[in-house]
């Protein structure tokens, strides 16, 4: 789920900016741990904290947005 999100948040531009702005996450490095739990977390993260990005997000993958905030706290667990 985390990262048909980060498909998600990639697909904008100036979404993808913030993204990697609020992560500190280059481009390369955002490719070099696409599987690592922290970088997944930083996806849920992401979208958890901008309420109209989260809702967005969960339209567009086709499920509710608390499975989202669901998978990321499964994540930090």
């Known amino acids: 789920m985390a990262l048909s999100a980060l498909g998600w948040v990639l697909a ?9 702005s609020l992560t500190g996450l ?3 490095e ?9 970088t997944l977390t930083a996806v849920l993260d992401f979208l958890a904290s901008h ?3 989260l809702l967005a997000a969960a339209d567009a993958l086709g499920i509710k ?6 998978a ?4 930090g667990a």
């Open 12 to 20: 904008e531009q100036s979404r993808a900016d913030r993204f990697l």
């Open 65 to 70: 947005p608390e499975a989202l905030v669901a």
């Open 30 to 38: 955002l490719r070099a741990s696409l599987m690592e739990r922290g």
């Open 51 to 53: 309420e109209p990005d």
């Open 26 to 28: 280059t481009p390369d």
């Open 72 to 75: 990321r706290a499964r994540l």
